[in-house]
């Protein structure tokens, strides 16, 4: 186990706490999963296809427990019961400033048990998790943070507290991360920040601005932040190029418009796995067992890569509920499950009466 990052076992845990206090390990089963995510190409593969609401168009997607729930442009959320359950809540956030919490005990159409949390008075940007708190932005430049405490003799089976209300950067947040109860974010002047409690003030990692410097064009155009684990933080620009920066000395540039020949629009790093979604609607795969490994990316060979349509991979996620890693991915109209499994290698389609609606076996 000692071959395994810290980082990388609080994120496939999905636990995010080490020591793991009153909860048993299957350390034997969580080694298979991680050692398994080295032989994604090898493994056969399916692939499912769910077709969302066509008229509402999906604008994110996260999969919780046996759900999928997908955020719509009208601020609606759906869920899809397909999964291996591990969950029992959903925080979702929406454009009218408001932060539901969805017990999935109950049918996923029920709204009277969900609790509604209004402490913002902006559209909410983003939410991160990490143990048994979580984070909520704001476009308002405004972070709170808010406590869970599981209550099963209470009439909703989860307790929510706000903890702190906490006003950002002068330069204002454009995204943020939320890691070991620590807020950090991206501004709108391509900073790093972090939110030091004690000062109440959100200095900057100078590092960062290195980064940059060093691998942007004379007038850089990013058009997207991620932010993963402690300060993982992913660019992509309007170039093509993406821009990796794994702690404050090491980072490094990748120009995707020479491998993979797209503009990347979504991006997802968890466990072992990255996985990037293209503007041509195809899904590419990298086995990253460390996050150093991030530096050492082949994007002309990536570990699998497949055309899941036509239309821009809107939203990815992942899952290691199964004992391979599992995929979904996004278009604006159809959701797409992606697992691993065995060792035989198989191509095999199934007959099926539309587009949206194919199950795929393939090497």
């Known amino acids: 186990m000692k071959e395994i990052p810290k980082d990388v076992i609080e994120e496939m845990l999905s636990n995010k706490e080490i020591p793991f206090q009153n909860r048993i390990i299957d350390w034997k089963s969580f080694y298979k999963k991680w050692y398994r995510g080295k032989f994604m190409k090898r493994n056969k593969v399916s692939i499912e296809s769910v077709q969302a609401f066509c008229a509402n168009p999906v604008t994110c997607m996260k999969a919780s427990g046996c759900f999928i729930l997908t955020g719509h442009s009208n601020g609606e959320y759906y869920g899809s019961e397909t999964l291996p359950f591990s969950h029992h809540h959903v925080i979702s956030i929406s454009k009218d400033s408001c932060i539901k919490i969805k017990c999935l005990l109950e049918p996923i159409v029920c709204v009277e048990r969900d609790k509604v949390l209004n402490k913002h008075g902006d559209v909410l940007s983003s939410v991160k998790v990490f143990g048994n708190c979580f984070a909520v932005s704001c476009r308002d430049n405004t972070v709170t943070l808010w406590g869970l405490q599981i209550a099963k003799h209470m009439e909703h089976y989860l307790q929510v507290t706000l903890l702190k209300t906490i006003i950002g950067p002068q330069d204002n947040l454009l995204s943020s991360g939320f890691w070991n109860n620590k ?181």
């Open 183 to 363: 807020v950090y974010c991206v501004t709108h002047a391509g900073k790093l920040r972090v939110y030091e409690a004690s000062i109440n003030e959100w200095p900057e990692e100078t590092s960062f601005k290195k980064c940059l410097a060093s691998v942007r064009e004379k007038r850089p155009n990013i058009t997207a932040y991620y932010l993963f684990r402690d300060k993982i933080i992913l660019m992509c620009s309007a170039s093509g190029k993406l821009i990796v920066s794994i702690d404050d000395d090491n980072y490094k540039a990748y120009n995707l418009m020479e491998t993979l020949r797209t503009l990347i629009v979504s991006v997802i790093l968890q466990g072992t796995t990255l996985a990037l979604g293209g503007e041509n609607g195809r899904l590419y795969v990298f086995y990253v067992p460390t996050s150093r490994s991030l530096l050492d990316l082949d994007f002309s060979h990536p570990t699998f890569v497949f055309t899941l349509s036509e239309a821009s991979i809107v939203s990815l996620d992942i899952l290691y509920d199964y004992d391979s890693p599992v995929i979904l991915a996004s278009t604006t109209e159809t959701l797409y499950i992606v697992k691993w499994f065995g060792k035989k290698v198989k191509i095999e389609r199934t007959e099926a009466t539309s587009y949206f609606e194919n199950r795929i076996l393939i090497e």
